[in-house]
């Protein structure tokens, strides 16, 4: 489990750098909906895996965004120092969040799935 320092850090880390993207960064690459769902810190707060969802219909649309957001680290670093009045800003790292393509896959098996329907039938025959 994530110390309280870390958890904090990582909450306040994820709401400045969305901040940060989606008003100071001026790339009209960013051009669809995205969310910062979570940031992992180390402990020695040297690195931050940033994890982003883009929001979009086309796989093409996504990769733009998310690589125009990619490439902007080092300003987002930058800014981030600046906002958070830290000595030591982690070197960021962007991931990908599939976190929602995941659940997306899990509730089209769950719609393909049929229960209840042989309990009914069972019934009837008692």
Request: charged fraction near 35%; avoid cysteine.
């Amino acid at each position: 489990m994530k110390k309280l320092r870390e958890q904090r850090l990582s909450g306040e880390f994820r709401k400045n750098i969305y901040e940060i993207i989606q008003n100071k960064v001026k790339n009209p690459d960013i051009s669809e909906l995205f969310s910062v769902s979570d940031v992992e810190v180390t402990n020695d707060l040297k690195h931050a895996k940033v994890y982003v969802s883009v929001f979009s219909g086309s796989e093409e649309s996504k990769k733009r965004t998310f690589d125009a957001i990619a490439a902007s680290a080092g300003f987002i670093r930058k800014e981030l120092g600046v906002m958070m009045h830290i000595r030591t800003v982690p070197e960021l790292h962007f991931m990908t969040d599939k976190s929602q393509d995941y659940g997306e896959k899990i509730d089209k098996l769950l719609e393909g799935l049929t229960y209840g329907e042989n309990e009914d039938d069972d019934n009837e025959n008692s």
